[in-house]
């Protein structure tokens, strides 16, 4: 068996200790100050201010050295003592699939109770269509809902999205549907007997699908437009950035998929760019580490 795996950099900002640029260098866009920046250098040194200049970090030092950099133009932002942090990297992450359907989720990243998830698909519901799926792929785990974690059923689903079928994949190992989702997916009282689909002690389905189940059922799902894969993925981009992720290693690399990763890289110079490490189940630990980092052909 042979594994492709991608690593794409997002608006990566490299901290570093040195000194403060030259002053005849072009005067910083954004100063931050009064704070803690946590350069992670080989001192893991901090420093009280940053200056950037466009997506690039060009000083870190004290409030005093970075201050000299500054123009009447400059933005200053004071920290008031708050951290800064480089960007965060997730080594493993399905990104590229993430972004052909992020647009379209109902995130609930961060939703810390049953009721508010609940919520936010009954809002969801009320500005698509009687008939559309109503979904998400991850991103959550169902014992992040502090007022009730227990599994979801089809009944309770009904109740809030009664119109449209649901699916709901927590994490990367069980999914919830409601009767209109088991229908879709052609799931009933009889069939299919398979022990993936969860059912109570009438033999009814509950609407819980275990992983050995669900992720034949993500294909059924909708489709988007490659146009509309484009604006997804560029949202979901700008979401994870403003998480704090910068950098993404990413298991199984489409090549339409990371062919749009390398056109932003060429049409906006940016920081980002796809490299690729392949591995085979039968490789020695040798060959396997020869193989790793091999830039994908730009």
């Not at 950098?247 to 060429?266: N, P």
């Amino acid at each position: 068996m042979r594994r492709t795996h991608c690593y794409i950099a997002v608006l990566a900002l490299a901290l570093g200790a040195g000194s403060v640029v030259p002053a005849q260098q072009p005067a910083p866009d954004v100063i931050l100050s009064n704070g803690k920046i946590i350069t992670v250098d080989e001192r893991f040194s901090l420093a009280q201010a940053v200056a950037i200049r466009g997506d690039r970090i060009v000083a870190v030092g004290s409030d005093a050295e970075v201050a000299k950099l500054a123009t009447p133009a400059t933005r200053r932002i004071d920290l008031r003592g708050r951290a800064v942090i480089p960007g965060l990297i997730d080594n493993h992450m399905h990104l590229t699939r993430a972004g052909t359907t992020w647009q379209w989720e109902v995130r609930w990243d961060g939703i810390g109770s049953r009721a508010a998830a609940l919520e936010k698909l009954r809002a969801r519901a009320k500005t698509v269509q009687p008939g559309e799926w109503i979904y998400n792929l991850g991103g959550w785990a169902i014992e992040q809902f502090a007022d009730d974690p227990r599994p979801f059923t089809r009944e309770e689903l009904d109740k809030v999205v009664p119109n449209n079928p649901v699916f709901l994949q927590a994490s990367y190992y069980e999914a919830y549907l409601n009767s209109r989702g088991l229908q879709a997916m052609g799931i009933d009282d009889k069939t299919p007997t398979n022990d993936w689909v969860v059912r109570d002690s009438s033999g009814h389905p509950t609407g819980r699908i275990t992983e050995a189940g669900f992720r034949g059922m993500v294909g059924k799902l909708p489709q988007a437009a490659p146009a509309a894969v484009e604006a997804s993925t560029l949202g979901m981009i700008r979401d994870l950035n403003r998480a704090g992720l910068t950098a993404f290693g990413v298991a199984g690399c489409d090549a339409d998929l990371i062919g749009l990763y390398k056109k932003w890289q060429r049409k906006t110079n940016s920081t980002f760019g796809p490299t690729a490490s392949t591995a085979s189940a039968s490789a020695t630990p040798r060959n396997r580490s020869r193989r790793r980092s091999r830039a994908l052909p730009r």
